[in-house]
């Protein structure tokens, strides 16, 4: 499944997966989440890191509004696990994926933003969930993700008052890992996944997928889920050859930033 809205380009062992319809600042039309989808679902195995973008002057404007109105409650009730589906596609697909935010990360596109692995935004970037004021509600695991980044309160009182965080506010409430000059998002999102492309793939796999569970897992699950995640990790021969490289002096230190 393909969409002119939204391009895939492998750049080395990095995936850039770019909103193409900025006319309409990239509102995700259904054939735009599932052609989403089906990128992550199908990323070739040489890709060790993915970069999200969006094209224009927003990263994305959320739900494409002008398909909401004719639906009923058991459409609206498929659309969204459609949605979650997708977005589980990118949250647990085969690599971290690093979202490079600017201007309007609203409504889905924020749910989008969420279910990727870092955020990084610059300073034209503004998050909002205008869902409250359209009358209707989140439905792309946003009640879910959202909460894990900025906290229940917070992400209510945008949906009650129509609150919109700025860049800075929403770095330090928790939105983005990292917040950068206007216009050097994608640069520096590319330069994350460079980096952390060159992980051992299991190492990141345990980040991508052990780690959001066993955060979720009662605390003694937790424990024996990461000591089995750890001793899977440490036993492939990449990790064995990483440490010997370390204690021969082949590898580099960890530096003060
Ligand atoms: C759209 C959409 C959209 C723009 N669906 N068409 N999301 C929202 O409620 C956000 C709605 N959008 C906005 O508030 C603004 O468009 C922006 C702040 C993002 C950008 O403003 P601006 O001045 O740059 O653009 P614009 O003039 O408002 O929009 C340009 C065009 O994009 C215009 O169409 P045109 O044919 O008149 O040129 C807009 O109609 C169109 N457009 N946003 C459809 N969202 C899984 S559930 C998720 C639920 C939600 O995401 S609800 C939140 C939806």
């Not at 973008?53 to 509004?65: I, P, Q, V």
């Not at 459609?82 to 600017?102: D, K, N, R, T």
């Not at 995640?229 to 990790?239: D, G, H, L, N, T």
């Amino acid at each position: 499944m393909t969409s002119p809205d939204i391009h895939l380009d492998i750049r080395g062992a990095v995936a850039v997966v770019r909103l193409t319809r900025p006319s309409k600042r990239n509102a995700l039309s259904d054939s735009l989440v599932l052609a989403l989808r089906h990128i992550f679902e199908t990323l070739p195995a040489t890709v060790g890191a993915a970069v999200l973008a969006g094209e224009g002057d927003h990263f994305c404007a959320g739900l494409d509004l002008s398909e909401l109105k004719d639906r009923d409650a058991g459409q609206g009730l498929l659309h969204s696990r459609m949605w979650h589906s997708a977005l589980e596609c990118v949250q647990y697909g085969p690599v971290p994926v690093i979202a490079a935010l600017h201007g309007a990360v609203v409504g889905g596109g924020l749910e989008l933003a969420s279910a990727c692995h870092i955020r990084v935004a610059d300073e034209s970037t503004f998050y909002a969930l205008p869902e409250g004021s359209r009358g209707i509600f989140v439905g792309g695991g946003g009640a879910v993700r959202i909460p894990k980044l900025i906290g229940a309160a917070r992400m209510t009182d945008m949906m009650l008052t129509g609150r919109v965080y700025n860049a800075q506010d929403g770095e330090r409430a928790g939105f983005a890992q990292y917040l950068v000059p206007a216009g050097t998002a994608l640069d520096k999102a590319l330069e994350l996944a460079e980096r952390v492309a060159q992980n051992a793939p299991l190492t990141n796999y345990a980040l991508t997928h052990a780690l959001p569970r066993i955060a979720e897992q009662p605390g003694d699950h937790g424990y024996l889920t990461e000591a089995l995640m750890a001793a899977i990790a440490q036993s492939a021969p990449e990790a064995k050859e990483r440490v010997k490289a370390f204690l021969d002096g082949r590898a580099n230190k960890v530096k003060p930033s």
